[in-house]
């Protein structure tokens, strides 16, 4: 049974850092062979992509609005995707999900279709 499980989120002022986590388990294939993305929702709006790193690592994609602020990276050996979140803003606020798509699956990074697998989120809030 494939589980991605997010953790590290929390309240926090704006300016501030948070480093989330995502722990890969039970997948078909070594963690390696998944490239993995983060997306968040924010109360009334639909899932967006914020920044997906391709499967060693060599890749990394960034939405607009994160560019310059957070930073995704990857440990193999331990199974885990991370997101370092700086200079955080209140309109950063929402849950946030990893998610993971196989390195053979065509479509864009920046969209959902092509990740098969979620975790269950991490909630995010940012006060001003």
């Known amino acids: 049974q494939v589980k991605l499980v997010e953790s590290g989120g929390g309240l926090v002022q704006a300016g501030g850092s948070l480093r989330l986590s995502c722990a890969a388990s039970?997948?078909?294939?070594?963690?390696?062979?998944?490239?993995m993305g983060w997306f968040r929702q924010a109360p009334g709006k639909e899932r967006e992509f914020v920044a997906a790193i391709s499967r060693y690592g060599a890749n990394t994609y960034y939405a607009d609005s994160v560019k310059g602020r957070f930073t995704i990276s990857r440990d193999n050996v331990k199974n885990t995707v991370y997101l370092q979140m700086n200079s955080l803003k209140p309109e950063d606020t929402a849950v946030y999900y990893c998610a993971s798509r196989g390195a053979v699956t065509s479509g864009s990074f920046y969209s959902e279709a092509p990740y098969e697998y979620w975790g269950q989120g991490t909630q995010v809030t940012v006060s001003s």
């Open positions: 039970g997948l078909t294939l070594t963690f390696s062979y998944y490239h």
